[in-house]
């Protein structure tokens, strides 16, 4: 296949990693805004560096979009229209009408796109589901979900990524769907300032926290930091009437017990996204290939992602707003 990569950044490097071994790709352009980051990204995999434009036209068999987000929905329509299959970074856009018009335009073009969210790959998530589904948690009445990064990303990227719930938490509004196969009803969010003042200058938080209520009458709690002191953290617990489980319980999750005695978890603590997900972030990639090559259906749509998002505006609004928001006010 010949395969395009657009954004040679920090994620674009990890899935040009994938990409560049996999072995339905037999030829791999890399097109980046700045041409010498995609020069650098494209030599030692044997891969070939262009300007964006030239690689969308270069008679793509599918296309990776790894850009910044306010860039997406330009880049996912053209490929749209060209019939190219296209991966897509999380969020779709930084704003609801945006990720509309291009879900619309998705649809209309009928070319298959698969939105980003890794932990649908991941081995924890895809268990939990399975228990969730099956019955074996009996009833589920709570949820808790934590991501906290260890270091804020840099000023350029708060600036345009739309806020912590649509640029961080997201993932956990996807994950919490797709785990639970329930719609989240309303979510109440509050948020602080507690390290660079990048983020209040960007109006965004670094430190965040939400209750949201899903169509069952399950609660689910979110907390978030972009300043978490003990590593990488990213769980995920469901508690139903028959028992409780755990996503990311693991030997290097990024707490310690204070019970005297518990010297558990023993590992060094994850320290960022691509070692906790670099299986999932392998798996996503590969299924996204078999899906330009039509032998899968896309592993999370346009629409998916949107429900997703809407889960993150109306986190977003009762930040600001200090209320709780219904996510029927925003249908
Ligand atoms: N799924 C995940 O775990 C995950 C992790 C990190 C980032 N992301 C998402 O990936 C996207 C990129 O994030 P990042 O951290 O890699 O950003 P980044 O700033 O490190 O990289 C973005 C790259 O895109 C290039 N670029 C900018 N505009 C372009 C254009 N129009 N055409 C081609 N190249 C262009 C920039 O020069 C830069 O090299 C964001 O939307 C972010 O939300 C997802």
Known sequence: MRVGLLG????????????GGHPLVGDLLIGDADRRRAEALAGPLGARADTPDAVLAANLDAVVIATPTSTHAELLTRACDAGVPAFCEKPVAPDLRTTLEVR????????PVHIGFQRR????????RRAVLDGRLGELHRVHLVTADPA??????????????RDCHIH???ILRWVTGREVESVTAVGANRGDAYFAAAGDVDTSAAVMVLDDGTIATLQGSRYNGAGYDVRMELSGTAG?????????AALRSAEPGV?????DAWTDFWERFEPAYASEIGTFLEMAKGTVASPCTVDEALEAFLVAEAATLSLHEGRRVALAELR
Do not use: C, M, N, Q
């Open 263 to 267: 010297d558990w978890p023993p590992g």
């Open 104 to 111: 619309d335009r998705a649809a209309k073009t009928g070319v």
């Open 152 to 165: 804020p990303p840099p000023a350029e990227y708060v600036r345009t990524s739309g806020g912590i719930f």
């Open 8 to 19: 040679a950044g920090r994620i674009g490097a990890w899935h040009a990693r994938f990409l």
């Open 121 to 128: 790959f991941d081995a924890g998530y895809a268990a939990a």
């Open 244 to 252: 409780t489980w755990v996503v990311g319980l693991d030997e290097r």
């Open 172 to 174: 956990d509004f996807d």
